[in-house]
């Protein structure tokens, strides 16, 4: 069965720039996840969906950043306007359920922003 | 407030020595779930256990075991032999049961080196 599946897995812009990136989460999962991952914070959560829905957004740093999933098997993390400081890692990952199912992460996107 | 501490930031090992990674977590869910992933050099994040606040059993997965003590709030993972490949990042995570903890919450991580 195919993972999660993000695009592009590297990314590499000048600051100002539109940033899109992009998700398939693993068919079936009905909860999906973007995370952050950079060297000062760690992984840390950016938003989550159920069924589509944002259920907390709680987590983007900034109105500079949006997520959509405008059906089940796609989602999209938005930066615009890039900055420096957004340089990271961002994954994805998807779930069956809650609490008691593992989330299964994608590759996810190397993102530097110059 | 939840909270995963992960104390040994970096471990380096010879192969074949057994070696634990520490894992501290605060919560005041009754009911909560604990998670260990491995992320090796290649960047991706793999999925390795998924244990319940209500089954302190230990578990055992080939050269990989774990322990789970409430009394102690730890969760901790052992490497028995360890070898080149098991070269990572381990993290250790958890989750609450209020929606607002349905994402899981991460420990630092541990960068394990095994050299030959």
Not at chain 1, 67 to 77: D, E, G, R, V
Not at chain 2, 7 to 21: N, Y
Not at chain 2, 49 to 58: G, L, M
Not at chain 2, 76 to 85: H, K, M
């Amino acid at each position: 069965d195919a993972g999660v599946i993000q695009s592009p897995r590297h990314e590499v812009t000048e600051m100002g720039q539109e940033v899109t990136l992009r998700c398939k989460p693993i068919s079936g999962h009905d909860y999906l996840f973007w995370y952050r991952q950079t060297m000062m914070r760690g992984l840390e959560l950016l938003i989550y969906f159920n069924n589509n829905v944002p259920i907390d957004d709680s987590g983007m740093p900034e109105d500079r950043f949006s997520a959509k999933m405008p059906n089940a098997s796609f989602s999209t993390l938005k930066i615009q306007p890039s900055e420096p400081r957004d340089s990271a890692v961002y994954f994805c990952a998807s779930s069956s359920g809650t609490h008691n199912q593992p989330q299964h992460f994608g590759d996810g996107t190397r993102l530097s922003i110059l | 407030a939840q909270k995963v501490t992960q104390a040994q930031t970096e471990i380096s090992v010879v192969e074949k020595e057994d070696v634990t990674l520490d894992c501290v977590y605060e919560t005041r869910d009754t009911t909560y779930y604990l998670f260990w992933y491995k992320q090796p050099p290649s960047g991706e994040l793999v999925f390795l256990i998924r244990r319940n606040s209500f089954d302190e059993q230990n578990e055992i997965s080939g050269r990989y075991s774990w322990n789970f003590q409430k009394s102690t709030s730890s969760f901790n993972f052992t490497i028995t032999a360890s070898q080149v490949v098991d070269s990572a990042v381990y993290f250790c995570a958890l989750s609450g049961t209020n929606q607002a903890g349905t994402a899981l919450i991460f420990g630092k991580g541990t960068t394990l080196s095994v050299s030959s």
